[in-house]
């Protein structure tokens, strides 16, 4: 007897995978509205202090998820966070595809002295952990989000510039690009034009893995101190100014956060990994 | 980057989080929950002899024990342990005998002071008068960069008048210096062993060689200091109990009260405040009052803080009650003024009754707001830089800035890593750009004078270049007034123009805070533990 494992596999996944991806989907729906959204549907404003209601647990009256040890909403805060803390990943991974694919580009349509130079540089902070890159630009131009977003995006784009530079070498080693160039049609017409958007779902998928990255290294930066500026809310900083609430046994300052954090960094995992997926079907199919 | 890896991220915080959850088992520390600590003045003496006791350092590895450098909090807990003054700070901070038994003070400009005969450094040698001036002497050369040459300010000489006997004269009388032969500006070294280790003295490797109840064993760097009971003490009267104490140096809050719950600590002074509650359940949480307060200090009074409505504002919206029950959880007292009662020290009724004149403090939005409405600088921004390794800190500066947002006021915070805190004090570049300092300070000794001095023209201390010539007249007749209550007079005058024109803006002073565990005994905290030895009352139950 024989069974058609195949089918049974193929159920099973198409059954179970959309569902965390849906889920993922809006999650990060949610966390983008609740940044949006913010002042209308916050119980408080972000940086609201009551010492004396400090540490309140959650289901306070007026504070759902409790209060921080400066007594400042909890919920409001994450609610608010969520703004720096997505919008500055998104800094990130946009300045890094910029300078990734000018660099890529420019070294696979050059060739030659230009790829090696290109490629060795990117090698080179490619070999320099971006996290004390970051740091190192703290401790010159100060805490704040411009200069760890302008210092992690130097250090992600050689993780785009490598991956533009190989597509594009292979897409231009396919018969297309010829064509179009005996047609008359110009270098940066065809790869704007056509290379760009062959190459562009493998992008998505890299930008939003960076993404998660970004997230993670600028809410650690946040928990040392070296991001964003009090009394601006984010999540890495709400981690940090809430850990010796634990000691008190009021974890709901670091939890609360922790959590859109794990739920932000995880759900771009599985839509990253869902479009990477459709990109390997779509390379097997062709 | 490294290869993608979800389960291994997601798995580091998921357990990041599970530890987020899972600790802490006492209720929260509610402000209303929370009952004010009771400040201790006595504890039942030991009764019994301890092998060895553990004890952490919260403020990290010193850089040295030489007792030139101990102006750090660890250093101090350790010098004070190993080296001795001429004098020490009793109980109620009276100058007991130490290396000295007495001085006698012919005229106001001269002191006489006899020295101990019995005293012997830990090597056997006796103590002589030469190793004293040599040991002064050597604070105050420049080059050694020690942080006790203040009091020197009028010191025209030093010398040894005998065997056993140095004089101290001054070219203008100074009712502090006496203060400072209980501490450790007069700390006595071997002079011939300082002269012998030059550089490596106080370091790891040479060490240091004092009198004092312990004697320096090992210092294993990164790790611990171990030093032993000195058996040959000259102090017979003093039963020392314990007979090793290692010094370790961890600084993390959530591994010092790991450590002390766990026992791996026996004891450290300055705890965690999130841990009081729990250590307080299975050990001795032990509080003092302190020396200690914790202040606005103007550092530029050109910019939106040259208008006095703008500073009182400021007075106006700092929430003292929510400081002092929920930042300090009761162990604290609000200040009226910028010396705190406990370090009063003499002609306590005077000082009490100027202090109570003084306005009580407290959270007025609408004071604060009519305030600014007369303000010419109001709508400026004031730059408030606090240090983020002190929460408490952060916690008053963050509500401090909500609480000016609220009434217009914009405060603009400057959190400083422990580096730049340091340079603010050093460094007139460190402090561009700096409206406000928030900073806790303490007195060495309960002599307000020696605080109100820092504000008078010219000071080192005296950031701002706040200059006022009825203040300065009022502390150059204190710094003479050898009359107690003549000088209190001075001082309640200077301490009522600093009132006046909050070149300071007083908070609090938070009480000095000890633990060790439900073995031990025989410690009662104060804010002099950084200048006795405060270890040799410590011993078992």
Not at chain 1, 43 to 50: E, I, L, R, Y
Not at chain 2, 38 to 60: F, H, K, Q, R, Y
Not at chain 2, 346 to 365: C, I, Q, S, V, W
Not at chain 2, 410 to 436: C, K, W, Y
Request: hydrophobic share 45%; with cysteine.
């Amino acid at each position: 007897m024989t069974v058609d494992l195949t089918a049974v596999r193929g159920r099973s996944f198409r059954a179970r995978r959309p569902w965390g991806l849906w889920a993922a989907v809006a999650f990060l729906a949610a966390a983008a509205l609740a940044g949006l959204c913010a002042p209308l549907v916050a119980p408080q404003a972000p940086g609201a202090t009551d010492l004396m209601n400090s540490l309140a647990p959650p289901g306070t009256p007026g504070h759902p998820l409790g209060t921080d040890s400066t007594g400042r909403d909890v919920l409001s805060r994450v609610l608010y966070g969520a703004r720096l803390s997505l919008l500055a990943p998104l800094g990130v991974v946009l300045l890094a595809s910029l300078l990734g694919i000018t660099l890529g580009l420019t070294a696979a349509r050059l060739g030659g002295w230009a790829d090696i130079v290109v490629s060795r540089g990117m090698d080179v902070v490619f070999a320099f952990p971006g996290l004390l890159l970051a740091m190192l630009v703290v401790a010159v131009f100060g805490p704040g989000v411009v200069a760890p977003v302008c210092a992690l995006a130097v250090s992600y784009t050689p993780f785009i510039g490598r991956l533009v530079r190989n597509a594009a070498v292979q897409e231009g080693a396919r018969p297309y690009p010829e064509a179009y160039r005996v047609m008359g049609f110009g270098g940066l017409w065809v790869t704007v034009r056509h290379l760009l958007p062959n190459i562009a779902p493998m992008l998505i998928a890299q930008g939003t893995l960076s993404f998660g990255y970004a997230l993670v290294d600028l809410a650690a930066l946040s928990y040392l101190g070296l991001g964003v500026r009090p009394p601006a809310a984010d999540w890495g900083s709400m981690i940090s100014q809430s850990q010796s609430a634990i000691l008190q046994g009021a974890p709901w300052g670091a939890l609360v956060p922790g959590l859109a954090v794990l739920g932000t960094v995880v759900s771009l995992i599985v839509v990253g990994g869902h479009i990477g997926g459709s990109i390997v079907k779509k390379g097997e199919r062709t | 980057m490294t290869p993608l890896r979800p389960a291994a991220l997601c798995a580091a915080l998921a357990a990041a989080l599970a530890v987020t959850s899972c600790s802490g088992s006492a209720d929260p520390a509610s402000p209303e929950a929370a009952a004010a600590p009771e400040i201790t003045t006595s504890v039942p003496g030991p009764t019994s002899g301890v092998d060895s006791v553990t004890w952490n350092l919260p403020a990290g590895e010193p850089p040295s024990l030489d007792p030139a450098m101990s102006s750090s909090d660890s250093a101090s807990t350790v010098v004070a342990t190993l080296c001795e003054g001429l004098f020490s700070f009793g109980p109620d901070y009276t100058l007991e005998p130490a290396l000295a038994t007495g001085y006698e003070q012919p005229d106001p400009l001269t002191y006489v002071i006899s020295l101990r005969e019995d005293a012997a450094f830990w090597n056997g040698d006796p103590v002589t008068a030469q190793d004293v001036v040599a040991s002064v002497e050597r604070l105050l050369d420049p080059s050694v960069g020690a942080a006790w040459i203040g009091w020197a300010a009028r010191l025209d000489g030093l010398e040894a008048t005998g065997d056993h006997e140095v004089t101290i004269t001054l070219t203008e009388p100074d009712v502090l210096v006496a203060n400072y032969f209980a501490t450790p500006a007069f700390n006595v070294v071997q002079a011939s062993y300082a002269e012998e280790a030059g550089d490596g003295f106080g370091t790891a490797r040479d060490g240091v060689m004092c009198t004092g109840p312990y004697r320096f064993e090992s210092w294993e760097q990164g790790r611990e200091i171990t030093v032993t009971r000195n058996d040959d003490w000259w102090n017979t009267d003093a039963e020392v109990r314990v007979e090793r104490l290692r010094f370790t140096f961890v600084t993390d809050p959530y591994a010092q009260a790991a450590a002390l719950t766990s026992g791996d600590a026996d004891g450290q002074f300055n705890v965690p405040r999130a841990a009081h509650a729990q250590l307080a359940e299975q050990g001795s949480m032990l509080y003092g009052r302190s020396l200690a307060p914790t202040f606005l200090a103007v550092v530029d009074q050109e910019g939106p803080l040259s208008d006095i409505a703008t500073r009182r504002a400021i007075q106006a919206l700092i929430d003292y009650d929510g400081i002092v029950e929920s930042v300090y959880q009761g162990a604290a007292e609000p200040l009226r003024a910028l010396v705190p009662p406990a370090a009063w020290g003499y002609a306590e009724d005077d000082y009490r009754e100027a202090y109570e004149a003084l306005p009580a403090p407290a959270y007025d939005p609408d004071l604060a707001l009519g305030l600014l409405s007369e303000s010419g600088t109001a709508e400026e921004t004031v730059v408030l830089a606090y240090a983020t390794f002190v929460e408490e800190e952060t916690r008053i500066a963050t509500s401090l800035a909500d609480n000016a947002a609220e009434v217009g006021l914009h405060i603009e915070l400057m959190p400083l890593t422990a580096e730049q805190f340091g340079a603010v004090f050093s460094s007139p570049e460190a402090r561009e750009g700096v409206d406000l300092l928030l900073s806790t300070g303490y007195l060495d000794f309960p002599e307000p004078l020696t605080y109100y001095q820092y504000f008078s023209t010219g000071s080192f201390y005296n950031f701002a270049g706040y200059s006022d010539e009825e203040y300065d007249r009022y502390i150059s007749t204190a710094t003479a007034a050898e009359d107690p209550a003549e000088r209190a007079r001075e001082v309640i005058g200077a301490q009522a123009i600093m009132a006046e024109d909050l070149i300071t803006i007083p908070i609090a002073s938070q009480y000095v805070n000890a633990y060790h565990d439900a073995d031990l005994t025989g410690l009662v905290p104060r804010q002099n533990y950084l200048y006795t030895p405060w270890a040799t009352g410590l011993g078992g139950r």
